[in-house]
């Protein structure tokens, strides 16, 4: 190779080289920004949001859209309790100023019966028992609790899969859930592939789906 074509390699290798990590810088910082302020992954742990997410399944979070808009009712959304090291994804039903409770299994915001098409029977059991978590106390749940009600600038929430969550219910753990407790809203299944989907909401036809005041 002549002294020439070296010296052109060698400038072209060079500029390949800045524009290659300049891709990579500015990926990165997308990637960060991304991260932080708009989507980011998580991964279910447990069976309390069943049957409408299954333990181990990874999901996106949209971070942006409270920005703009409280939590509204029926929302899927990934929170981190004060003074808990952990998130929790659980799904909002009260919005400030309700009052909710559950009557022999059955939820009722400000004396209205809410029908809950993604709750399935098995999942609604109309007795008490004891339910365990690793590492906690044993604390029994019943069929009637509440009435809750909720404060300004809060939500309630609970696990569609009344019978195995640790929700707003259990005051001294999760409790009501202030907005800046709220990472994002759940929105879209992407692991694994054969359970790909989106999240919609679920309407109340009986109630106002207002956003939270």
Known sequence: MSKKNKDFFGLFTKEFAKEFIESLLIAGVLAFFIITFIVQSFVVSGSSMEPTLHNGERLFVNKFIYYFQNPQRGDIVVLNPEGDSRDYIKRVIGLPGDKIEIIGGTLYINGQALTENYIKEDYIETYKYE???????TYKIHDTAGPYHVPKGHVLVLGDNRNHS????????VGYVSYDQIKGKAFWVYWPVTRMRVLDNPSYPQLSNSAAQ
């Open 131 to 137: 339910y365990y978590i690793p590492e906690e106390d």
């Open 166 to 173: 640790s929700d707003s219910r259990r005051i001294e753990i």
